[in-house]
């Protein structure tokens, strides 16, 4: 698949997902669950630069804020331009939120700012992983942390529900072993921390910069 056409498809899925995406039932609760699981674990100081790397509609943008008393820069990029509409509507009363489209190998954000990245459950969506951690590298400062929560293929059913995936969803590109993880950071020029496991399929990969 090439670069234009996996963007297309995914900024056509996650417009049309954007205007139920704050919705009730199973599948939302699933993904609001596994975002609070991350915020729950990142320390979030007053005064933090904070990034949610596909952000949605901000949810998770607003409990990191909540953590902090609303005390710092909150920043939400996702490649969707409905749900960053809708994340700028749910947050129009903050003056300190930030909400912009941008593919997560390419984010307009100045370099060596962020002391927490956050991404959750859209690492596998990404055509360059590579470039992607890159990024994330750049955009953060000495010492700051990125925590990614995706499904992790350390186990066969995993690692079959990936083959699965990529004959139904045209969005999904892989899920990616702990190691992966590692290697992606690595080559990024992070210190690999390791993971935080919240069952044995998800686990919270952890980076630091040097």
């Known amino acids: 698949m090439n670069e234009s056409e996996h963007i297309r498809l995914n900024e056509n899925k996650w417009d049309q997902w954007a205007p139920v995406a704050d919705g009730k039932g199973w599948r939302y609760e699933y993904l609001r669950k596994a975002q609070a699981h991350v915020i729950e ?17 901000g949810w998770a943008v607003g409990q990191a804020a909540k953590k902090a008393n609303y005390n710092g820069n909150f920043y939400g990029i996702d490649i969707s331009d409905k749900m960053i ?3 700028k509507k749910n947050f129009n009363e903050h003056n300190n939120f930030h909400f912009i489209k941008a593919n997560s190998e390419s984010i307009p954000l100045d370099s060596d700012f962020f002391d927490t990245i ?8 990404y055509l360059h992983p590579d470039r992607a951690m890159s ?10 942390k990125i925590y990614i929560l995706d499904p992790i293929a350390d186990h066969w ?14 969005t999904h590109i892989k899920l990616y072993s702990s ?5 992606f950071m690595i080559h990024s020029g992070l210190k690999y921390l390791g993971f935080n496991s919240i069952n044995k399929h998800k686990k919270i990969q952890i980076g630091e910069k040097y």
């Open 41 to 57: 674990l990142v320390e979030i100081k007053q005064n933090v630069n904070f990034l949610d790397i596909g952000c949605g509609t």
């Open 85 to 87: 509409e809708k994340a």
């Open 118 to 125: 956050i991404c959750t459950n859209s690492f596998h969506h």
């Open 135 to 144: 990024e994330i590298s750049r955009l953060l400062k000495p010492d700051g």
């Open 157 to 170: 059913i995993i690692k079959f529900i990936d083959k699965f995936l990529k004959l139904f969803d045209t």
């Open 179 to 183: 190691k992966d993880f590692e290697y």
